[in-house]
């Protein structure tokens, strides 16, 4: 791992709750983890030698299934949480590193990604205006951010969500689909595309497709 730029407060409880799951975290979710990253690469548009970020990266299952379809792009790994990193760091992952940091306060310059993506770490923002917003910044003109997440049109999504909310500090809120596409608008993003979708039998999620609209 490389360039630890920003140290999460260790008694976050995301970070607690991840660090206790890093190293089983790939077997006991594998399906899932299966699931998203496939329905990810589905709706991204990598060029030779793009520029991505992955906010939320964990260990790194999605990085490395794009590095393996984009060996020449550059890319980058987010995560509050060092003990996911520390997998993510042991797979082959092609010209990839990994920083510590929090979506809401970026470590990079503005306009240096052309490619934002996040999976599965949406419905742990605090502030997702403020994150989007954030992104919107360090993305360059017509920059693209793929968002994978529950969604709570599902029932499923909707009941989990609640118990979440009542049981596990570490949740914040899971989104219907209109209510990303409107954070997504007030954030100032154009283009804007969102599909919903079952990965098996039960289990609901959506993909939203964004761009930056102007220099």
Partial sequence: MQNKIYRPNE?????HEYAGLAS???RRWASYIAATVRETLKRLDIGPNSRLLDIGCGTG???QAISLTHPTAHLTGIDLCEDMLRVAGNKQ???CHFITGQAQRLPFHSQCFDTVVSCNAFHYWRNPEVCLSEIARILKPHGMLVITDWCDDFIACRVCDLFLRLFNRAHFKTYKKDACERLLRN???GNIKTERYKIDWLWGMMTA???TTSD
């Avoid at 008694?11 to 970070?15: E, F, G, I, N, Y």
């Fill in 209 to 211: 497709e964004a761009h």
């Fill in 187 to 189: 954030s100032g993003y």
């Fill in 93 to 95: 992952i092609h010209r």
């Fill in 61 to 63: 299952s999605l990085l």
């Fill in 11 to 15: 008694d976050s409880p995301v970070v």
């Fill in 24 to 26: 089983t975290y790939d």
